[in-house]
């Protein structure tokens, strides 16, 4: 089983963050929010994150692969 990347793990530490402050919680936050234009310049200091979100909020499927090789249990 391929294991999770670093992006991932950022990922799911967004998705499961609650009300947690770190940096590469608040960074998804901000990429989740942007706008094209924005996220292209959020793109070129963090290729990898912007690459787990688009996939996360475009490719079907992607979100519960990461969960099972992170071994949560998600639905």
Known sequence: ???ITQAEQ???DWQYAGK????F????????KA?????????MGFPDEVEAYRRFANESGYWQDVQR???INGN
């Open 1 to 3: 089983m391929p294991e």
């Open 10 to 12: 950022r990922l799911v």
């Open 35 to 43: 706008d094209t234009f924005n996220l292209v310049r959020l793109s």
């Open 69 to 71: 090789r992170a071994g």
């Open 25 to 32: 919680i608040n960074l998804f936050r901000a990429i989740s």
């Open 20 to 23: 947690s402050e770190s940096f």
